[in-house]
């Protein structure tokens, strides 16, 4: 789901086909890019992957929730959602909109009411805190705001780590994908920030585990204080084989099957699925030879900072 596909978006048919397609391999799906509700069919989408007993979770700023959506989404059972929360209100709003805080806390507090109306724990609610240069300081401060306004009905607060690139970075990652994968992987620059802009990691270390005693709290990924230090630091290559493409694809609207999220290697296309079943794609030539590179590589460049690269963990 997403804007950079406007008028190429699967129908709700094509994505009922593809649901099927993964139901045969007990798939987990999340559902994202943009804000998901913006589809008119996205519940239509949740039921039929419920129905299939599938797991599924997805990421919203709240802002489209209502009563109703809320009741709904209890109802049929979806998993887990994720609210993305950019700090305190006024930081927040300055992001998002005038009030779009007052609705976010709104609708997580009515998913938590809801919740325990009908006696359920599904979904599990999330807050997703990507790390800012506002936000690096002000962490604790956001969590007890959360807190208070929704008496407490979230089950776990995400500091994730911000994705990023350099220039320098930018050149090597490029560079080593034209090599191995015969790629120039353009969607990585999205991702570029000036070396002058780059986040003084040490408060946001101590501020981060200064948090460590906190059950609810989790960093992503998570990484010690040297550990920050390094994500935050230009330069550097992390001894690491991402696994990810052994485990999981990524489905962009348009129908695309790719490896990577977030246009890291985003002009590596492994086909379509309008074109070719999910099976077909999982193991075809071009898939093959992405696999084929990390086993030599292990990583690339860009992949230091990528999320696939930590969430799907080694045995």
Not at 10 to 25: E, G, M, N, P, Y
Not at 256 to 279: A, H, M, Q, T
Request: charged residues 25%.
């Amino acid at each position: 789901m997403g804007d950079t596909h406007r008028g190429e978006e699967l129908s709700t048919d094509d994505v009922f086909r593809v649901i099927d397609q993964a139901s045969k391999f007990k798939s987990a799906m999340y559902l994202g890019g943009a804000e998901p509700l913006l589809r008119r069919d996205f519940f239509e989408i949740l039921d039929y992957i419920k129905a299939r007993g599938l797991f599924v979770s997805f990421t919203t700023n709240g802002t489209l929730l209502d009563a109703g959506k809320i009741e709904t989404l209890v109802s049929l059972g979806v998993d887990h959602v994720a609210f993305s929360v950019d700090g305190v209100e006024e930081v927040h709003d300055d992001i998002r909109g005038k009030g779009a805080y007052k609705r976010v806390v709104l609708a997580i507090s009515e998913l938590s009411k809801c919740k325990r109306r009908r006696g359920s724990k599904k979904p599990s609610v999330a807050i997703n805190m990507t790390v800012s240069e506002n936000l690096a300081t002000r962490l604790k401060d956001t969590i007890g705001a959360v807190v208070d306004a929704t008496d407490d009905g979230v089950e776990s607060y995400r500091i994730h780590q911000l994705w990023f690139i350099t220039q320098q970075e930018l050149l090597a990652h490029q560079a080593a994908t034209r090599q191995f994968l015969g790629c120039s992987s353009p969607g990585a620059a999205s991702h570029l920030i000036p070396t002058s802009q780059l986040l003084d990691a040490t408060p946001l270390a101590e501020e981060i585990l200064s948090l460590k005693s906190w059950s609810k709290v989790r960093s992503f990924p998570y990484l010690t204080h040297d550990g920050i230090l390094k994500y935050y630091a230009e330069g550097g290559k992390i001894d690491q084989r991402c696994i990810a493409p052994f485990f999981g694809v990524v489905i962009k609207p348009n129908g695309d099957v790719k490896f990577c999220p977030d246009e890291w290697i985003d002009d590596y296309i492994l086909g379509n699925v309008r074109n070719d079943s999910l099976e077909a794609i999982w193991n075809n030539a071009s898939a093959r030879r992405f696999r084929s590179a990390l086993f030599r590589q292990k990583c690339f460049p860009g992949c230091k900072r990528c999320s696939f690269m930590y969430s799907v963990r080694h045995p």
